[in-house]
């Protein structure tokens, strides 16, 4: 797993101001999500908390424990996972 120093992006949202810094999280939260629908893959606990920034800059998807397949995700359907709070309703 890669070290990334920078902590997550709760730790930095209050604090940003930069439109420019705003359009990097996304676009790289956009690459990440991406690469993980290509792959079929359900991350199941987004959050401010599990992005996390590198010491380059980077913003990275962490935390994957409640991640699954996307079919095993729409068979466990009646069963939520994640952080309440940042669950669709």
Known sequence: M?????????K???QM???????????????AFKYLVNIGVVHR?????NILKTSNGEWKLADF?????????????KVSVGTPIYMAP
Do not use: Q, V
């Open 2 to 10: 890669e070290l990334c120093e920078g902590g997550s992006l709760e």
């Open 12 to 14: 930095h949202i209050k």
């Open 17 to 31: 101001d930069s439109l420019a810094e705003k359009s990097k999280i996304i676009t790289d939260l956009c690459s």
């Open 45 to 49: 606990d987004i959050k401010p908390g």
């Open 65 to 77: 424990g409640f991640a699954t397949e996307y079919a095993d995700a729409i068979k466990d359907n």
